[in-house]
């Protein structure tokens, strides 16, 4: 579903992304790990079109999105959660909901779409009048997630979700994303907590400097020599 | 000594006068508050959408036709404003950013005094003046604070009640968030612009009952907008509220003790010395 | 909050021209009084002192705009030096000389007093442009609501003195005044090279770009901050003294408040904000086109000249962003074997 090929990028006069290449299939659970820096989160904001390119190539469906701004690129279905939640503080939980439908498609099934995540995020429906500012973390999490749903994508990116989490929450969300996956969204997930999140995807793309040093199943990758080596925990 | 009710007179039109600086600074904190623009030129549109009222009304217009026409203008000319001048410039330093709407104020206030001369021009009215418990309250105050009253509750539902209104507050609070929305910011920025725009022309339309118009009205109300927009805490609505409020009072009361520069001076002061106690002014945006 | 266009580290400007190129501008800008006879060459007389007073405020402020410090309140520092100066004069009759030392120390005095808050509880960018706004809208009304010994509105005339002379500043010869205002402007050149050169243009880039790492390496960011303000504010009160002393009359409206503030700040942004010239360049340009115009259009077209002003101001924020001089300069200084740092897209 998702291609990206070759794909450079970086910021001023500094590369982040060198050369890479990665591919999510419809309906699969795929992980980028690597290290801080690693260029993780760049990667995303590409991928969404919130950094362009400088040279590569992505497609959705066969759709180019090379060098697509950001509020197009969710109409093709990709949906963003960013790095740090980036809720809108002052909005309350239902207001949050409310602008993730904000493109006119996802507008007209918004009441499906709204039961759909109180009943995913029970949580959510218990807080909905509360402003998202006042939220937990993990709460906090769990509305960006949901936002993101609720432009009814096809492909949904996470970024660093575990990040500033208690460990507590960092099982319970990952037990969320497994559902959420399994509600049959397509996730490609970035993370750092490498352990965890090899548990729930099919694949995984090791990056680290910017550039791919491993792909493949989870379950092998669990296992790698070189993964477990640099990774603690493992 | 001052007669009391004199003190009670000037702290009434403080709250009178209250209203329509509340317009004007929600306005001008509406824009910067999704633009990060702060539009010094803001006033100086108030003051061309007074003169169209001014001239509508030399031609026979009834007035509350004039005022529909004023508050259309406004909504134009702050599109105009946004795709002309500050459309190029999203990206610069925010001083070029602040120049440049002087350079457009200047360019306002100067054309004006081309077309229209110096020459004060008003637009009579002739409406009662109550008496309250000694009070005196003209009309000409009271109908623009009722109206500058309902306006703003109206703002209020708009920006909390309707999705237009609820995603230009999100855009206020993180742009890019409101990208991966699917909001096109530029879309966002005009509707804003048009709305601020359009509670200027209201806020012209507002101050016709009370003030003459010339080109440099704006060095009037002008600086004053932005001190209480500072004042309480730039991109702050409620700050911007209260804040107006509080001038108002400050320079209708010392007027009315000393003199009406020295009323503004002494507001002026208070502001200077809020700064520097509360740098992100009385109500600090909120994260 | 560095603006207009940041520049290039290197100073631009003469100092790179030829001594040569430097020394006969001088002569020939000493020599021209004399060549400029009759009513015309009185006109071009008053055209050109007002040319340097004005470039020397435009100088003055550009030394706190530079580095990120943009006042819009200038008109403050600028109507207290003229108004001190002024009042002293037709109340106690003192000399200019010395009401231009107090009005020096008094302006001094008050932008210590606004900078140093300003600087500790870290008011800038939007905030600080707004605080000078205030201030100088403060002077003005002051200056306005004390009518009863400023003159408000009307402004003052200053006192003919009984006999012309360096005592009273007071002239009739106009290239008296040429060579007064020469040396005034050559003088805030040499300030502002001075500035340039020192250990506190590269404190004050610094704290420019970022105060709190500034602050870690040692730098007295306060310090250096009013500094920096109280130099700007003194050196605009003498310009305010120049004017008063020249046209001898003040007006609050000519010399306080947000008008002339924003026009200081848009001469300077004109012609370029970070160039030893620009200031001048910049006030040259505007000072001629306002006079081209009133004489192309007199009276009937009041307004025109500033309207197109305001027009090219708009223009060449959008286009031009580092001013004429600038712009021009840094094309100048771009040789074809530089090696300039490729700016990664």
Request: net charge positive; charged share 15%; proline share 4%.
């Amino acid at each position: 579903m998702l291609e990206v090929r070759s794909v450079t990028a970086g910021y001023g006069a500094f590369t982040a992304l060198w050369d890479v290449s990665l591919s999510v299939a419809a309906g699969e659970a795929v992980a980028v790990v690597g290290p801080n820096g690693a260029g993780k989160t760049t990667l995303l904001r590409v991928l969404s079109g919130l950094l362009p390119a400088r040279a590569g190539h992505l497609s959705l469906d066969g759709i180019s999105l090379t060098g697509r701004p950001a509020h197009e690129v969710v109409g093709h279905g990709i949906a963003h959660v960013p790095e740090g939640r980036r809720i809108f503080p002052a909005l309350t939980v239902a207001d949050n909901l409310r602008m993730g439908a904000y493109l006119p498609a996802a507008r007209r099934r918004f009441a499906e779409s709204l039961a759909g995540v109180y009943a995913l995020f029970p949580v959510l429906a218990e807080r909905r009048r509360q402003r998202a500012g006042s939220l937990s973390g993990g709460e906090q999490q769990m509305l960006a997630i949901g936002r993101a749903l609720m432009s009814r994508p096809k492909l949904i990116l996470l970024d660093e979700p575990s990040m500033g989490l208690a460990p507590v929450m960092v099982l319970r969300l990952f037990d969320l994303i497994r559902r959420v996956r399994g509600e049959g969204y397509t996730i490609l997930v970035v993370e750092q907590n490498v352990r965890q999140v090899l548990k729930i995807v099919d694949r995984a793309y090791l990056l680290e400097v910017g550039r791919i040093k491993r792909e493949g199943r989870a379950a092998e990758l669990a296992e790698d020599e070189f993964v477990r080596k640099s990774y603690v925990g493992l | 000594m001052i007669d009391p009710i004199f003190l009670v007179e000037a702290a009434v039109n403080g709250v009178l006068l209250g209203g329509i600086l509340a317009l004007l600074a929600l306005g001008l904190n509406l824009i910067f508050g999704v633009i990060d623009i702060v539009w010094i030129v803001y006033v100086d549109l108030v003051m061309v959408c007074m003169y169209a009222i001014y001239f509508a009304h030399v031609h026979g217009w009834p007035f509350w036709l004039a005022a529909l026409g004023a508050v259309g203008l406004g909504a134009l000319l702050g599109i105009a404003v946004h795709v002309l001048v500050i459309s190029p410039i999203l990206g610069s330093p925010p001083i070029n950013q602040l120049l440049a709407t002087g350079g457009l104020l200047f360019f306002i206030q100067s054309f004006a005094t081309f077309l229209w001369t110096t020459d004060h021009r008003s637009v009579r009215f002739a409406l009662p003046t109550f008496e309250v418990g000694g009070i005196f309250l003209p009309a000409t105050r009271l109908i623009p604070f009722g109206i500058s009253i309902l306006a703003m509750l109206a703002l209020y539902l708009f920006l909390t009640r309707t999705f237009a209104g609820t995603a230009i507050r999100a855009v206020a609070q993180d742009r890019e968030a409101m990208a991966l929305m699917g909001a096109n910011p530029r879309r966002v920025y005009v509707t804003t612009s048009a709305v601020g725009g359009l509670m200027a022309g209201l806020a012209g339309a507002l101050l016709v009952f009370q003030y003459s118009v010339h080109p440099f009205f704006g060095g009037q109300f002008g600086p004053l907008t932005f001190m209480i927009c500072v004042l309480g805490g730039l991109g702050n609505m409620v700050g911007a509220f209260v804040a107006s409020f509080i001038m108002s009072e400050i320079i209708s009361i010392a007027g009315v003790l000393w003199s009406t520069e020295m009323g503004y001076v002494i507001a002026f002061v208070v502001f200077i010395v809020v700064m520097f106690i509360r740098p992100g002014g009385i109500l600090a945006r909120p994260e | 909050m560095t603006g207009i266009a940041a520049p290039d580290r290197r100073p631009a400007g003469p100092g790179t021209a030829p001594r040569a190129l430097v020394a006969a501008a001088g002569a020939a800008l000493l020599v021209l009084p004399l060549l400029l006879t009759g009513g015309l060459g009185q006109y071009a007389l008053h055209v050109l002192i007002q040319i340097f007073v004005w470039a020397f405020i435009g100088q003055a402020w550009s030394l706190m705009g530079r580095f990120g410090l943009v006042s819009l309140g200038h008109g403050a520092f600028l109507g207290l030096g003229a108004y001190t100066d002024a009042l002293l004069w037709n109340f106690f009759g003192l000399t200019p000389w010395l009401g231009a030392a107090a009005a020096v120390a008094l302006t001094g005095v008050f932008a210590a007093v606004v900078a140093y808050p300003c600087s500790r509880f870290r008011v800038v960018g939007h905030y600080f442009a707004l605080v000078t706004l205030a201030v100088g809208e403060v002077v003005r009304l002051l200056i306005i609501a004390e009518r009863d010994w400023t003159g408000g509105s009307l402004g003052l005339t200053l006192r003919p003195a009984r006999t012309d002379g360096l005592v009273a500043l007071q002239f009739a010869d106009k290239r008296v005044f040429y060579y007064g205002a020469l040396a005034l402007w050559a003088g805030g050149l040499w300030v502002w090279r001075r500035l340039d050169r020192s250990m506190a243009r590269a404190a004050m880039e610094a704290i420019g770009e970022d105060e709190t790492a500034a602050a870690s390496v040692g730098i007295h960011v306060t310090r250096f901050k009013i500094g920096v303000t109280v130099l700007s504010a003194t050196l605009t009160a003498l310009g305010g003294v120049a004017y008063a002393q020249y046209i001898t009359y003040v007006n609050p409206e000519t010399l306080a408040g947000i008008g002339v503030s924003l026009r200081i700040v848009f001469a300077v942004v004109l012609g370029g904000m970070y160039a030893l010239l620009g200031p001048t360049v910049g006030t040259a340009l505007t000072i001629a086109l306002s006079e081209s115009l009133r004489i192309a259009f007199g009276l009937r077209f009041i307004g025109m000249a500033e309207t197109i002003y305001g027009l090219l101001l708009v223009l060449f924020i959008i286009f031009l962003p580092a001013g004429i001089y600038g712009g021009l300069a840094r094309l100048l200084a771009r040789r074809p074997a530089a090696v300039a740092p490729a700016v990664q897209g």
